[in-house]
């Protein structure tokens, strides 16, 4: 396991900074890196900044989302899902967005919030949550 060994002199104050200053990203594992590519591009309107015949990266916010090729011989207890959530003002415009495109979400209300969950082609759960009502 490689670990992290900051320099004798970082303070922690430039271990922050460096922190603020790096891109964030999500990596999904897929046996079928085109279907989920269609997905996120045609269905979800995701802009492709990066592709090769093994990934595909997709302008995610602030951040990245990566699709990656895993091979079918790879054991499906090893593969990991993942939940992306996207904050919105506006849940009810997303969810019909998605209704138009053919998803159709499910929507579970919290004290801290409401979520819309839809589910790409591999079964990785996608969350678009609003803020929690004020009373």
């Not at 922190?19 to 046996?31: E, K, P, R, S, V």
């Not at 093994?54 to 054991?75: H, I």
Request: hydrophobic content about 35%.
């Amino acid at each position: 396991m490689l670990r992290y060994h900051p320099p004798q002199n970082a303070t922690q104050k430039e271990d922050e900074d460096v922190l603020a200053n790096a891109t964030t990203g999500i990596i999904l594992f897929t046996q079928n890196l085109e279907r989920c590519c269609g997905f996120y591009e045609d269905v979800l309107g995701m802009t492709c900044i990066e592709r090769t015949q093994e990934l595909a990266s997709y302008q995610f916010g602030g951040a990245y989302l990566m699709l990656e090729f895993r091979p079918s011989e790879t054991p499906q207890s090893a593969r990991q899902h993942y939940v992306l959530r996207l904050n919105t003002d506006d849940l009810a415009e997303i969810c019909d967005t998605l209704k138009s495109r053919g998803l159709s979400p499910l929507t579970h209300v919290f004290e801290w919030g409401t979520i819309a969950a839809v589910f790409d082609p591999d079964g990785n759960r996608i969350e678009f949550k609003s803020p929690a009502a004020v009373a």
